[in-house]
Nanobody
Framework: QVQLVESGGGLVQSGGSLRLSCAAS????????MKWHRQAPGKERELVAA????????NYADFVKGRFTISRDNAKNMVYLQMNSLKPEDTAVYYC???????????????WGQGTQVTVSS
């Protein structure tokens, strides 16, 4: 079955960096759209970064542009989120997401990891 396991979260000072990793299994990773989302306490989950298609370019939320970079290694079934110049407002649980678009036979499907906590101190 589909499994997504995030790692790399932690506590970092403002201005610091972290690299999140997501290990994927149970599906054809190289042909799957992969995304990173986050959810801060009391707030809705929001999209942080995503590949537009399985082999496409990356899109970023305005609040992370120029600071975060999403990347993937199809040989290792891994997706990464490099986070630089972190701010206290980046504090959240970060989730890896595998997105399967709607087809003629089924609705769109989304699978999620368990999340990894990122805390940025001021």
């Amino acid at each position: 079955q589909v499994q997504l396991v995030e790692s790399g979260g932690g506590l970092v000072q403002s201005g610091g960096s972290l690299r999140l990793s997501c290990a994927a299994s149970g599906f054809a990773f190289s042909t799957t759209v992969m995304k990173w989302h986050r959810q801060a306490p009391g707030k809705e989950r929001e999209l942080v970064a995503a590949f537009t298609s399985a082999g496409g370019s990356a899109n970023y939320a305005d609040f992370v542009k120029g600071r975060f970079t999403i990347s993937r290694d199809n040989a290792k079934n891994m997706v990464y989120l490099q986070m630089n110049s972190l701010k206290p407002e980046d504090t959240a649980v970060y989730y890896c997401n595998a997105h399967f678009p709607r087809t003629a036979f089924r609705q769109a499907l989304d699978y999620w990891g368990q999340g990894t906590q990122v805390t940025v101190s001021s």
